[in-house]
């Protein structure tokens, strides 16, 4: 009945995935409750390159659930349950927590890599969300600059009048915002211009078609120019091959992301990824039209 009023369908065929309240879910929601609370979610970072010259500048963190019977659970299985059952907000906590003490980390062994960090709508509708962030970065002594917040078109829309005065908080704050999966939302370009954003991450859709598709090679050239003359970074992630980055570097693009580079990894991967990346350098710069 929910999903039907919610879709004004009138009728709708019973689904699993559409009830909050079948016992299996139930089960889930419990545990993800303890998995926040025994810390059994883990990050994993993915490297983000300057697509000019290939050195890496920060890492998106990836939330992972290691599940004592399920083994590792990926964020599309567990994000929309905790958006539903108001464990989004601990969740969030936790992996901005992490995520800043990783990075903290970074910067101590001389490594100068800000971290991104995913949110959900309801971060974004939570006056109180900036404090929370101000207490994290004081907590790991993180200056506000190495910190990243991708958020996504649809999160803004979703109540945009509220949303606005958090990015605004947030951008005072020195944050940089990012607005990911940019491409497939509806954001009108005068509301674009208002918003307090620094970035924008081209979706991976249109980046891992543009080597068989005209199409989102033109989308994708199109949001980076515009990028440019909106005095905006672009990020293009679902970076899947050498000819895609060389693409992407002549557009211009600022950072390139994606399997390519690597697949996220666990933070004990990391010094041993960016070794070996760097001794690839010299043979990504002659392929590069920026050494
Ligand atoms: P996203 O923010 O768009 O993250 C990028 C996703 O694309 C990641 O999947 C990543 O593994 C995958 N990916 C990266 N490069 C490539 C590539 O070259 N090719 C392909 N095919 N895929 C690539 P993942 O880690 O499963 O995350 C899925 C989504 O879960 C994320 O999409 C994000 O929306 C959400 N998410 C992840 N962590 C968090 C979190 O801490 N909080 C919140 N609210 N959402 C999160
Ligand atoms: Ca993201
Ligand atoms: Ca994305």
């Known amino acids: 009945m929910y999903a039907a009023k919610e879709r004004r369908a009138g009728c709708e065929m019973y689904a699993t995935e559409h009830d909050h309240y079948d016992p299996a ?19 994993h970072y993915q490297p983000m390159a300057s697509a000019q010259n290939g050195h890496i500048r920060g890492m998106e963190a990836l939330v992972r659930w290691r599940h004592p ?5 990926f964020p599309d299985q567990f994000i929309p349950l905790a ?18 003490a990783q990075c903290r980390q970074w910067h101590e062994s001389g490594r100068g890599l800000f971290v991104s960090v995913n949110l959900s ?3 974004l509708l939570d006056v109180h969300f900036p404090q929370e962030v101000e207490a994290l970065l004081a907590k790991w002594h993180v200056p506000a600059p190495w910190l990243k917040l991708e958020l996504t078109e649809s999160s803004i829309m979703s109540d945009p009048v509220r949303a606005l005065r958090v990015l605004t908080k947030l951008s005072a704050m020195r944050l940089s915002l990012s607005i ?6 509806y954001s009108s370009f005068a509301y674009l211009r208002r918003l307090p954003v620094n970035t924008l991450k081209i979706d991976r859709s249109f980046v891992m078609g543009m080597k068989n598709d005209d199409n989102d090679e033109v989308i994708v050239q199109s949001i980076v120019d515009l990028g440019r003359n909106l005095g905006l970074e672009t990020v293009a992630e679902g970076v899947e091959d050498q000819t895609t980055w060389d693409s992407l570097a002549r557009f211009g693009c600022d950072i390139a992301q994606g399997y ?3 697949r996220p990894m666990p933070p004990e991967s990391i010094d041993g990824w960016l070794s070996a ?10 392929a590069l039209p920026i050494a």
């Open 25 to 43: 879910r139930l089960t889930l929601v419990a545990e993800l409750r303890r998995a926040i609370d025994h810390r059994e979610l883990e990050l």
């Open 69 to 73: 019977e399920h083994g590792l659970i």
């Open 83 to 100: 958006e539903h059952t108001g464990l989004i907000r601990p969740l969030t906590a936790y992996v901005l927590d992490a995520a800043l």
């Open 121 to 123: 709508a309801q971060s």
């Open 180 to 185: 990911d999966d940019f491409g497939t939302g």
């Open 260 to 262: 390519y580079l690597s």
């Open 277 to 286: 990346w760097a001794s690839r350098i010299p043979e990504l710069g002659n």
